[in-house]
């Protein structure tokens, strides 16, 4: 493969990876929110990873002309398949949305509480102390834990901003994120306190409580299946691969569950009332697809099939990184629960898994207690990174 050739399926590989994970992002936004300009963005964003498959098909295809680079290449289309599976999965979410299947407010609100990482939406108002700057000067990945993934500007939208976005006044930012850094997400955008309402709605339907739980496990499974698959890739390490096969197992599990309990309730429903119950069954069935697709990527491990060393190098250069980072002896977060270190908050960096020796902890939460010799499965910018590195590693300084 020349030069010219390992650059095009390179930057294709960065733009796959990073489009599949931002539009999955803006699916669940638009579905929240029930915003159709976002589930517009989506579908567009679907079209343009079609098109992008189209491409590296193409060129590695062209690329192998031995058996050997056949081989390493069919790696490459097996990620691209199942980056489309997807891409498509987050577009039926979005076509919900524009057919008007709304999810109850009561459902929203605590699916949102409850998210591992939920979404918020604030103006840039007038004392804001990010207007004029971009998104890299404000830094407000890192120092909230809340990442920007649209942008609505008057009539105009901008979707994946990068670092060098320039942010104005009357901006409204959506942002995704662990629920404890939306306070100060609020407080850096608005210039105003704002305290979480964390106090869940009464409910009509029984056991609707327990759809959410399901549903939000769904995703945040699905969720992570991708990133473990993706880490699997890049360390060929058959122990993870192994856990997205798992965890995509629980996953469809879970569906049946979800649709055993959609039969049982759709007897309090009538006419338009079932909507919200088949925008349930359509997203619960996207979060199975995407797992499934992270468990096609991980099996590349599994067999032992070759890796094309560009995708490591793809994996280097994408907007947002995933890595392992080990809490050692001498770290101030050993013994800290993840809700005390306020590790997203203060880092910008996600923890999306643990391994602590031979058992994985696959949904960390607040109250989730970090010890030393933890592998944490993270993600976030390269800054992130650095800044958890050193908290991973360092005791914290007495104050005198």
Request: glycine share 4%; charged share 30%.
């Amino acid at each position: 493969m020349d030069k010219k050739m390992r650059r095009t399926v390179k930057d294709l590989l960065i733009e796959i990876k990073d489009t599949s994970e931002v539009i999955v992002d803006l699916a669940y936004s638009a579905i929240l929110f029930d915003n159709e300009d976002i589930a517009e963005e989506v579908l567009d964003l679907e079209n343009r990873m079609n098109s992008l498959l189209k491409q590296i098909r193409i060129v590695s295809i062209l690329a192998a002309r031995r058996v050997d680079e056949a081989e390493s290449v069919s790696t490459v289309l097996q990620i691209a398949n199942a980056s489309q599976k997807i891409s498509n999965a987050a577009g039926d979410i979005a076509i919900l949305v524009l057919r008007g299947f709304q999810l109850p407010k009561d459902m929203v609100k605590i699916a949102l509480l409850k998210s591992e990482e939920t979404v918020a939406k604030a103006t840039v108002s007038e004392v804001s102390e990010l207007a004029g700057k971009t998104l890299g000067e404000a830094r407000l990945h890192t120092l909230t834990g809340m990442k920007v993934i649209a942008i609505r500007r008057g009539y105009e939208w901008i979707f994946d901003p990068d670092r060098d976005t320039k942010i104005y006044k009357g901006d409204t930012l959506f942002a995704k994120g662990d629920i404890s850094g939306v306070p100060k997400f609020f407080k850096f955008v608005t210039g105003e306190e704002r305290k979480i309402d964390e106090t869940e709605p009464e409910l009509e339907v029984e056991d609707l409580d327990r759809a959410v739980d399901i549903l939000i496990e769904m995703k945040n499974l699905s969720e992570l299946a991708v990133d473990l698959s993706y880490l699997s890739l890049l360390y060929y390490n058959d122990e993870i691969a192994q856990e997205v096969g798992y965890i995509e197992e629980k996953v469809d599990n879970m569906k049946y569950e979800l649709q055993h309990w959609v039969l049982e309730s759709s007897k309090h429903f009538k006419g338009e009332e079932l909507k919200p119950l088949v925008a349930l069954l359509d997203i619960a069935y996207a979060s199975e697809t995407i797992a499934d697709s992270a468990k096609e990527i991980a099996q590349i491990v599994i067999e032992k099939m070759e890796i094309h060393p560009i995708f490591k190098e793809a994996m280097r250069e994408a907007d947002e990184i995933i890595t392992i980072v080990e809490v050692t002896r001498q770290s101030s977060l050993d013994g800290k629960t993840l809700g005390e270190a306020k590790v997203e908050t203060n880092t910008g960096m996600h923890v999306v898994a643990i391994k602590r020796g031979h058992r994985w902890i696959t949904h960390p939460t607040a109250s989730t207690k970090i010890q030393s010799g933890d592998l944490l499965i993270v993600k976030g910018t390269r800054e992130g990174e650095q800044l958890l590195r050193r908290l991973c590693a360092a005791k914290a300084q007495k104050v005198r």
